[in-house]
């Protein structure tokens, strides 16, 4: 009895070890999707597997939806779960567990933790919307691809493809819209959209939109654009008539013409005409044109002509106009200097002199300066005045224009036997005023001398009394004489 005792005890501590090992071994298994997420679209295919870890056989698995033991197609044995097309009624709560057999019998294993499986329809698809709608686009028109579906309460990814690519052109995908500023040729094509659903672990696609085409077709020529009178520069008050001429043959339904950039209205603009009336300097700016020619039920413009630059300026001033000499007389066979000078630089300036309306030269010149021109003078058997005048063509941005007339100027041309006449005559003169010169510097002296005489004279004589000649008789007159030293004199001087 003793000593079955410790036999006792040792079946009884391999019973409890065993249970306790059995007990370790049969963990809770784990239950997941294979697809690693947890929502499907109705139709799809459901996997879900049951995962668990131990060294025994393991003999079956069971899987719970709801708690409720589901039914499957496939064999008990294995792991794994399949829904071939999901309704919305197999969405809910799923679990599993697993069992093994052995001398105590079927054992099964803790329920897993559950994982829930969400059934959601297929997102609807789209419509692909161009706006404006147009049968034909023409280069530089705007438009805008709008991808519209009904609402839906996620976050959502927008594609767009030409062609079967992707745009790569369209950078925020949050936006069901893609604007296109400037259409080119290039972006004609066939055009189509998707949305992506995002959340739930995955990414769900819509289908794609149908597809929509797109033409564009390149700007008609660009016309050209005509001044009449063709040059640029202008005077202020002058008319100028701009002519918008198409490439032939196109047919042409509508002109217009603009002002840096800003349309001109006027009552034979739609014909390609366009008048300004006494120009002024406020017109002075660029100026192009366009037009419009039917095609597919559209109007398409053409590309704008080149620009063309009115330039506005005043009336040229007359030039300056001199001679030397410039007392105008001259010498027959003398030379005579004509100066002609315009107030304002230009870029290329020729000088005309004229006589007599006759035009004698042209000089052109680079430079501000004063054209010149010598002439040798002969006299004529008419008139010794002859009439000389100047004016100048100025190069303005590609027109010449012509000044008025200078100020006239005179040229008188004496003849050589008046001049040596003349030239007597001066000698002449000279010499009569230097004679007069003389005989008045003659008088004058001579007056000096005679007013020095009469002060000698008039000299008081002391203790002597001088008695005039006419109160005193001949022979006192003697005696006075030879006692006076005052008229003590040679003898030619009394006489005199």
Not at 126 to 141: D, H, I, N, R, W
Not at 178 to 187: A, F, G, M, P, Q
Not at 198 to 215: A, D, E, F, V, W
Not at 254 to 264: A, D, S, T
Request: charge should be neutral; aromatic fraction near 10%; hydrophobic fraction near 35%.
């Amino acid at each position: 009895m003793y000593n079955m005792l410790p036999a006792c005890l040792l079946l009884l501590l391999y019973l409890l070890v065993e249970l306790n090992l059995c007990e370790a071994v049969l963990q809770r298994p784990q239950i997941f999707f294979s697809a690693s997420y947890a929502t499907y679209l109705t139709g799809e295919a459901v996997f879900l597997e049951c995962q668990a870890t131990t060294d025994f056989t393991i003999h079956g698995y069971k899987f719970f939806k709801n708690n409720q033991e589901v039914h499957r197609m496939e064999a008990s044995s294995l792991n794994k779960y399949k829904i071939r097309a999901a309704k919305g009624n197999d969405a809910g709560s799923y679990t599993c567990l697993y069992w093994i057999s052995d001398a105590r019998g079927k054992q099964e294993s803790e329920v897993s933790f559950p994982v829930s499986l969400s059934i959601i329809d297929q997102p609807s698809t789209p419509s692909l919307l161009v706006k404006p709608q147009q049968a034909l686009y023409f280069e530089g028109e705007a438009v805008t691809l709008d991808c519209e579906h009904p609402s839906i309460n996620s976050q959502i990814t927008y594609y767009f493809y030409k062609d079967t690519n992707r745009l790569s052109s369209y950078f925020d995908t949050s936006k069901s819209k893609h604007h296109i500023s400037s259409l080119s040729t290039k972006d004609s094509g066939t055009y189509d959209c998707e949305y992506l659903v995002l959340g739930h672990q995955r990414t769900i696609p819509s289908g794609k939109s149908t597809q929509l085409t797109i033409t564009v077709t390149a700007l008609s020529s660009s016309p050209l654009l005509k001044f009449q009178p063709s040059y640029t520069t202008f005077i202020n008050g002058e008319n100028l008539t701009m002519e918008c001429e198409a490439p032939s043959p196109v047919y042409v339904t509508l002109y217009r013409f603009y002002k840096e950039g800003e349309e001109l209205k006027g009552p034979s603009s739609h014909r390609g005409i366009y008048t300004l009336q006494n120009i002024t300097k406020e017109d002075q700016a660029e100026y192009t044109c366009m037009y419009w020619s039917p095609k597919t039920n559209r109007e398409i413009p053409s590309t704008q002509s080149p620009t063309k630059q009115l330039y506005v300026i005043d009336p040229l001033h007359p030039p300056l106009f001199f001679v030397d000499p410039p007392s105008g007389r001259i010498w027959d066979g003398g030379n005579v200097t004509l100066y002609c000078a315009a107030p304002e630089e230009y870029e290329r300036t020729k000088f005309h002199f004229l006589k007599d309306k006759d035009e004698i030269i042209t000089v052109p010149t680079y430079k501000k300066r004063p054209a010149s021109v010598t002439i040798n003078m002969r006299k004529s058997n008419g008139t010794s005045a002859i009439k000389y005048f100047c004016l100048y063509t100025a190069e303005i941005k590609g027109r010449s224009l012509l000044s008025p007339n200078s100020p006239q100027i005179e040229i008188i041309v004496v003849a050589k036997g008046s001049l040596l006449w003349l030239i007597a005559f001066g000698v002449g003169a000279g010499i009569a005023v230097l004679l007069v010169i003389i005989g008045l510097i003659y008088w004058i002296l001579l007056a000096k001398k005679d007013s020095k005489k009469d002060t000698e004279e008039s000299k008081p004589v002391h203790n002597t009394t001088i008695l005039q000649p006419s109160h005193i008789g001949p022979q006192a007159r003697s005696r006075v004489d030879a006692k006076s030293p005052h008229y003590n004199l040679p003898r030619s001087m009394k006489m005199a």
